[in-house]
């Protein structure tokens, strides 16, 4: 099982990306997907999640606005569009998938799977 992220880049400040992250292997339409990203030295922090049906949604304060967290079960894919990027976002982003809780869970703890990550760097 594995969770491929993609979209990743290097892009100026206040530019937008949008990542994509696809499972293989199985489909996760009924689990909790998460993204959650890591910068050099730095613990690995929450981003956002979003549940299987996607009637519920959570972000960290830090992009809260600027973030959005999509879903289609029927591509089985997961998406983070990020707009109004600023350099402190730079980091290694990682989907990641979870059984179904509410609250949506913001620790790494609460996701069982996890994708190799794809590089954001926000250039001033």
């Known amino acids: 099982v594995q969770l491929q992220a993609s979209g990743g880049g290097l892009v100026q400040a206040g530019d937008s990306l949008r990542l994509s992250c696809a499972p293989s292997?199985?489909?996760?339409?009924?689990?909790?997907m998460g993204w959650f990203r890591q910068a050099p030295e730095k613990e690995r922090e929450f981003v956002a999640a979003?549940?299987?049906?996607?009637?519920?949604?959570r972000y960290a304060d830090s992009v809260k606005g600027r973030f959005t967290i999509s879903r289609d079960n029927t591509k089985n894919t997961v998406y983070l569009q990020m707009n109004s990027l600023k350099p402190e976002d730079t980091a290694g982003y990682y989907c990641?998938?979870?059984?179904?809780?509410?609250?949506?869970?913001?620790?790494?703890?609460?996701?069982?799977?996890w994708g190799q990550g794809t590089q954001v760097t926000v250039s001033s």
């Open positions: 990641a998938a979870g059984p179904p809780r509410l609250p949506l869970v913001i620790t790494t703890t609460g996701y069982d799977y």
């Open positions: 292997g199985r489909t996760f339409s009924t689990y909790t």
């Open positions: 979003i549940t299987w049906s996607s009637g519920s949604t």
